[in-house]
């Protein structure tokens, strides 16, 4: 999200957290087993009863899921990394996409996806990032309607999964709800083929107070591996402001004895710093690439807003060795933070507010593979 708040360096809280062997005791290994194939049964029944319920969504012009799951993996080459989706590598070229459509009907949320997504697919927009509940509430709805609508379109979905900063970390009543709630929303979403990855958590350290750290790091790692074992086709990706943290990330997972290369790093970016940030990723010696998944140009910087934007995406660009992609921040002004007014792209009816989207549009539809979109299906 925008720096409406002020990011905490990496503490000893971070550093000296003992992480765990990346397993679940075995009777929470049984529990989530049954309650996995409990959700599983559930949507069985839901698909053998709903085939009205597919004629709608046909009817509102939202294709039905493909039987084929995507696969995506993350590699290096020996000179760069490759993100693959389905054994072709693809560079991410995302869009925070913080619209709150929850209220309409299907119908009208379907409609608004089309709109949308179309003119994302035209600007060869590959992916949307999201948020859920980080407002402490439903902001919007990333589900099947959502993922239906962006697999016409071509654009995969990073599919969020909120981790409140103020939750007791070290309550194991509050550990299990969190954890049931991912096998939920993993068995429900992982075979559906726009999915790409899991946005698990959020700058949760920026807000988090100190003393939490070691314990949210702890449980990160077990809820990490959780995805992984129910969900070995999608990476999992922590987005966190700037690289604050990452030293101290590192750290945990190097005293693991799972590597996790499946476990991703997303950058929140909203300063000139961005250059300096990509220019010393190799320096953290991660071992893994880097993804930018928010950045955003204040409207004072020389040249204004949108030539703040568009040199940041170059700066992206300049390191295609182990920068991934990224997203800018964010679709609409009509978002849910207060500073979307500020940092949105698209009003409320989807019109460019300037052209800063056009504008970045023009760098996407250079990029390799633009000419090969079906953006009217």
């Not at 000893?12 to 049984?30: C, F, I, Q, W």
């Not at 990706?237 to 476990?263: C, H, K, M, Q, T």
């Not at 800018?328 to 052209?355: C, F, N, Q």
Request: contains cysteine; glycine residues 8%.
């Amino acid at each position: 999200m925008p720096p409406s708040r002020s990011s905490r360096p990496p503490t000893e809280g971070t550093s000296k957290a003992s992480p765990p062997n990346g397993r679940l005791p075995a009777l929470g290994r049984y529990r989530l087993v049954l309650l996995s194939l409990s959700v599983l049964l559930l949507g069985a029944l839901a698909f053998t009863r709903n085939g009205r319920a597919n004629a709608v969504w046909v009817t509102q012009g939202v294709a039905p899921w493909s039987p084929a799951p995507s696969y995506v993996t993350v590699q290096s080459d020996g000179d760069r990394y490759l993100y693959q989706v389905n054994g072709s590598p693809q560079l991410f070229i995302g869009m925070g996409y913080n619209p709150i459509y929850r209220q309409l009907n299907n119908e009208e949320r379907a409609a608004r996806y089309r709109r949308d997504f179309r003119t994302l697919c035209q600007a060869n927009v590959n992916h949307i990032t999201g948020w859920d509940a980080d407002k402490g509430y439903e902001q919007d709805r990333f589900d099947e309607i959502t993922l239906d609508g962006a697999q016409q379109y071509g654009i995969g979905v990073v599919m969020p999964m909120n981790l409140p900063p103020e939750g007791d970390y070290r309550d194991p009543a509050f550990l299990d709800q969190l954890t049931n709630e991912a096998a939920t929303k993993i068995a429900r979403f992982r075979d559906h083929p726009a999915l790409r990855m899991w946005g698990v958590g959020n700058e949760v350290l920026t807000e988090m107070p100190r003393e939490m750290y070691g314990a949210f790091g702890r449980f990160y790692l077990r809820l990490a591996d959780l995805f992984h074992e129910m969900d070995p086709n999608h990476p999992v990706i922590y987005r966190e402001a700037e690289d604050n943290f990452v030293p101290g990330i590192s750290r945990v997972l190097s005293r693991s004895d799972e590597p996790r290369p499946w476990l991703l790093y997303g950058m929140n970016v909203y300063s000139l710093d961005l250059e300096l940030f990509l220019d010393r990723w190799p320096e953290h010696e991660f071992g893994r690439p880097l993804f930018v998944s928010e950045f955003g140009a204040e409207p004072e910087w020389e040249g204004g807003r949108t030539e703040g934007y568009v040199n940041m995406w170059r700066m992206i660009r300049a390191h295609p060795e182990y920068v991934i992609g990224g997203a800018p921040y964010v679709w609409t002004t009509e978002g849910p933070e207060p500073t979307d007014a500020k940092w949105g792209l698209m009003d409320r009816d989807g019109r460019p507010v300037d052209e800063t989207f056009e504008r970045l549009a023009r760098e996407w539809r250079s990029e390799p593979g633009a000419a090969e979109r079906n953006c009217a299906p």
